[in-house]
């Protein structure tokens, strides 16, 4: 049984403009017990919309939301068991850790041996047990975070929700963040949905994404399914860096790529013509005499990144053996080889 159900959950919102528009179009899918799955896409494809639903703070035009295996699509917010972590995990400044925490069971009446024990066993549980005194302000931003993750399941929540968390931290912080996110989750084996519009992120923390693009959940996958098989050009853009590049069948085992071979299964018929993706690292240049001339090349450290035009195509190429090679410099004319394990025909 999943933990959380969607099925054919949809949300229309009156646009001043454009009249009534989909945020959320038929959105169906399952999350299972204690897995996190994250609701990555762009800004505006309904992933907040979708969470605020699972919440109960939006009502869905159509579809149902179980969690735990109870319909909740009606219930109000405070009966549904969930936890929602809101962006920045705004703490309050002037209260210790312990009354942060306490805060909200304190708000429900709770009596005061009841909150004592609940904030402990929580604080313990996200490995702060001896911080109870503290103040926000004296602790990293790490731990910050994982005080508002204890706030969020100081309730004995069956579900956490997060809505971007990290989205206005600089990029150290993260990351060092994420994985605190992570590995909590882990630890305490929560159900967890997470919203990001960061695809890399996604791939860090989750077990299985869903790309929503218009109000759509287009592919649900692992972080390695929507990397090597995705299926659609746009899940390919948005997963990782991808070549779209055309491709001409040449026979059952052979396409045609810009001129270059490449041992590939196609699954089409000879002279058909076949969309491909293939990220970066899947192409291999040597210093040789063509077909391809390097347009730029851009030195990160762990690997170098080149532009590579070839025919009528400008190839991104990521090369991680350049330490052991001669550099090559733009305008070097180029051999081009495809490694096709890895590459997706559409
Ligand atoms: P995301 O979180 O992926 O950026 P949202 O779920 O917030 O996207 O929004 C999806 C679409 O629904 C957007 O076009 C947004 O403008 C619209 N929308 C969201 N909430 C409302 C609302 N309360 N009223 C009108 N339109 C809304
Ligand atoms: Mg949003």
């Known amino acids: ?78 009966q549904r068991g969930i936890g929602f972590v809101f962006q920045n995990y705004a703490l309050f400044p002037h209260l210790t850790i312990f009354e ?11 009596a005061e041996a009841d909150i004592a024990r609940a904030v402990s066993e929580v604080l313990a549980l996200v490995g702060l047990a001896n911080y109870e005194r503290q103040q926000p302000h004296q602790l990293s931003g790490g731990e910050q975070q994982r005080v508002a993750l204890a706030r969020a399941v100081v309730f004995r929540p069956r579900v956490l929700l997060f809505d971007e968390p990290l989205s206005n931290l600089d990029a150290k912080l993260r990351v060092e963040m994420r994985e605190e996110i992570r590995s909590l989750q882990k630890r305490i084996g929560i159900t967890t ?49 991808a070549n779209l590049v055309d491709g001409k069948v040449l026979s059952a085992g052979e396409v045609e790529i810009e001129g270059v071979r490449v041992a590939l299964a196609a699954g089409r018929a000879a002279g058909q013509s076949v969309r491909l993706v293939i990220r970066p ?36 190429v990521a090369a991680t053996d350049h330490y052991r090679r001669p550099a090559m410099d733009a305008g070097q004319a180029v051999s081009v080889r495809f490694h096709p394990e890895g590459i997706r025909v559409l």
């Open 100 to 110: 942060n925490v306490a805060y909200g069971l304190r708000v429900q009446g709770k």
């Open 1 to 78: 049984m999943a933990a959380i159900g969607l099925s054919h959950l949809s949300k229309r919102f009156d646009h001043t403009v454009k009249g009534e528009v989909y945020a959320v179009h038929d959105v169906s899918l399952n999350v299972a017990e204690g897995e996190l799955l994250t609701l990555l896409g762009p800004s505006g494809c309904g992933k907040s919309t979708t969470l605020r639903m699972i919440a109960g703070f939006e009502e869905p035009d159509e579809g149902t939301i179980t969690i735990g295996g109870s319909d909740v699509t009606r219930a109000l917010p405070n």
């Open 281 to 316: 690292e899947m192409i291999e240049i040597a210093a040789a005499g063509g077909p391809g001339r390097i347009a730029r090349r851009t030195f990160l450290g762990e690997k170098t990144d080149y532009v590579v035009e070839l025919g009528g195509s400008r190839l991104q």
């Open 193 to 241: 949905v997470y919203v990001t519009h960061d695809q890399e992120e996604a791939m860090a923390i989750s077990d299985r994404i869903a790309v929503m693009d218009r109000g759509q959940a287009v592919q649900q996958g692992t972080a390695h399914d929507l990397y090597y098989r995705p299926v659609s050009e746009f899940v390919a853009r948005f997963i990782g860096r």
